[in-house]
């Protein structure tokens, strides 16, 4: 890719079409999962209100949490890796928001200490279920 000078603007321009809606300013992080019950106890007072009909929700991790504002924020996201090949399942982008902390959610995460911890119908859009962490890359809208 990009070897050639007289190819250079031409490899540019679709790399930066194949990477849309991904710019070079999103963030990269991991992404855990985690099952009901779905109690939003970290934001909202607790009430179940907010939750997107799409069942496309998560718990903000400490690194997104902004000691609670990061409620009811939206964010796209997409598996980049992980551990096991073939994990993530391509060309998927998924718009969640945060409804939790999770530090705080019911149902105990996959794994700790992640950027956030998606929704079981979230997770599953884009990575297989049977994985506990993924790599994710990620970008506030
Ligand atoms: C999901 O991962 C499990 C465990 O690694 C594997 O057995 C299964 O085949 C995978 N499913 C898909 C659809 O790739």
Not at 12 to 33: C, E, K, R, W, Y
Not at 73 to 78: A, E, I, K, M
Request: net charge neutral; aromatic share 10%.
């Amino acid at each position: 890719m990009c070897r050639r000078h007289t190819q250079l603007l031409l490899c540019l321009f679709i790399t930066f079409f194949i990477n849309l809606p991904f710019p070079s300013f999103a963030d990269v992080g991991t992404a855990a999962q985690y099952s009901p019950p779905y109690l939003p106890t970290g934001c909202y007072g607790g009430e179940a209100l907010q939750f997107p009909s799409s069942n496309l929700f998560a718990a903000a991790g400490d690194g997104i949490w902004d000691n609670g504002a990061a409620c009811g924020r939206q964010y796209l996201v997409r598996c980049i890796s992980a551990e096991q090949p073939r994990t993530c399942i391509p060309q998927q982008i998924i718009q969640i928001k945060i409804v939790d902390y999770a530090v705080s959610t019911v149902s105990t995460p996959s794994a700790t200490g992640t950027t956030m911890v998606l929704s079981q119908k979230a997770f599953q859009t884009i990575a297989n279920s049977s994985a506990g962490l993924i790599n994710i890359e990620f970008q506030q809208v």
